[in-house]
T-cell receptor
């Protein structure tokens, strides 16, 4: 069964304290891995797509990396405005119809204190 | 920047009543989705829609659920006879291709009394 597990569930950092969030996945064949940010009461906001092992994407203080079993979201020198829940989702290759279905992890809630 | 819009933001309905959740996807997108998130739980896939038909649906998406794209801009989710366990946040999403990023609306919070 296709599955996504994120760790830790919650993370508290001081402003400027770098860290990494983990997303482990098991799928029959990876079509794509997506990182989203979700603020309270809002929908997921797209951050990155990674399609193959070894790929990296970077945006401001965030960097996403991908291996064959997991992805990391590295946060460098975070600021209080980076506080949010970060969601990882995968698309699996599916026979004759690639429908775009996303399988989400439970998310990591990040709190950055000033 | 184009965005997905959902209405209403909050819907309160009596158990057994029909409810329609509405979405306006990004205009040039071809793939449309509904997801739901029960409080404190993962975001769960409900259904994907392409070329005016359902391309995949989850076990949650039973005969009480239906989707429709009645015109060139709207995408709706109907629940025929709501149950208490249907209470959740419902998100609409759209993408240009099926393997490209899906862009989400801010959701409709559905509360069943």
């Amino acid at each position: 069964e296709d599955q996504v597990t994120q760790s830790p569930e919650a993370l508290r950092l001081q402003e400027g304290e770098s860290s990494s969030l983990n997303c482990s996945y098991t799928v029959s064949g990876l079509r794509g891995l997506f990182w989203y940010r979700q603020d309270p009461g809002k929908g997921p906001e797209f951050l990155f797509t990674l399609y193959s092992a070894g790929e990296e994407k970077e945006k401001e203080r965030l960097k996403a990396t991908l291996t064959k079993k997991e992805s990391f979201l590295h946060i460098t020198a975070p600021k209080p405005e980076d506080s949010a829940t970060y969601l990882c989702a995968v698309q699996a290759r599916g026979g004759s119809s690639n429908t775009g279905k996303l399988i989400f992890g439970q998310g990591t809630t990040l709190q950055v204190k000033p | 920047e184009p965005e997905v819009t959902q209405t209403p933001s909050h819907q309160v309905t009596q158990m057994g009543q029909e409810v329609i959740l509405r979405c306006v996807p990004i205009s040039n997108h071809l793939y449309f989705y509904w997801y739901r998130q029960i409080l404190g739980q993962k975001v769960e896939f409900l259904v994907s829609f392409y070329n005016n038909e359902i391309s995949e649906k989850s076990e949650i998406f039973d005969d009480q659920f239906s989707v429709e794209r009645p015109d060139g801009s709207n995408f709706t989710l109907k629940i025929r006879s709501t149950k208490l366990e249907d209470s959740a946040m419902y998100f609409c999403a759209s993408s240009f291709r099926s393997n490209q990023p899906q862009h989400f609306g801010d959701g409709t919070r559905l509360s069943i009394l």
